[in-house]
């Protein structure tokens, strides 16, 4: 009877250094093979076991991969929310523009609109009504752009037409013959002006 019982523990021990997928004996693994428990024999900078070791090492190469993933994924949701947020910006500000390129030409029938009326309190009025409106535009972060005593910026302003007046200087405009604006540092309308050009004496 004690015979056999040592045969079954020898078959047992034999079964378990079948199955264990190290590349030691079962006695000195510690896999989680479903047919045996021991301690891991394996050098941490040498292990052999096949995913189921409770070496250090192996787990700390898969806490730092899994920490990069995460690292990655956090990267890429954060521009992805960027971008979004940047398009919705950018979105808004191309429908005020297009909104804007309607409206603002009628700013400048005011200005015609007074100088037709005679009657001075018509006239207070209209200018009411324009302050109201210009009043709006700026609150939304929409300028005027200057052209009183300024210098001609074809960046800000064209030209429809060319004056000589020695009495002022080169290159000044003169009068403007409609409004211009620009909403932050894009234009949106370009002042129309007439420009004091003087001639180079030879």
Not at 58 to 78: C, G, H, S, T, W
Not at 104 to 121: G, R, S, W
Not at 132 to 142: A, D, F, P, R, W
């Amino acid at each position: 009877m004690s015979h056999k019982k040592q045969e079954s523990n020898q078959e047992k021990e034999q079964k378990q250094e079948e199955n264990c997928k190290c590349d030691q004996n079962a006695k000195e693994c510690n896999c989680k093979d479903e047919n045996h428990e021991h301690e891991c024999g394996c050098k941490e900078n040498d292990c052999k076991c096949e995913g189921n070791c409770d070496c250090k090492e192996v787990k700390n190469d898969l806490a730092e991969e899994y920490l990069n993933m995460a690292r990655v994924i956090q990267a890429d949701f954060d521009n992805y929310r960027k971008r979004t947020a940047e398009n919705i910006k950018q979105a808004k500000k191309d429908g005020m523009i297009s909104a804007l390129e309607v409206i603002l030409p009628c700013l400048d029938v005011f200005k015609k609109a007074k100088q037709m009326i005679t009657n001075e309190n018509d006239k207070k009025g209209i200018e009411m009504v324009e302050n109201e409106i210009n009043n709006s535009l700026n609150t939304l972060g929409v300028e005027k752009i200057n052209t009183q005593n300024a210098k001609f910026d074809p960046n800000l302003h064209h030209a429809l037409s060319i004056v000589e007046d020695k009495t002022k200087p080169d290159n000044i405009i003169v009068d403007e013959y409609q409004a211009g604006y620009k909403l932050g540092d894009k234009v949106i309308k370009y002042s129309q002006v007439i420009v004091n050009k003087l001639k180079e004496e030879k």
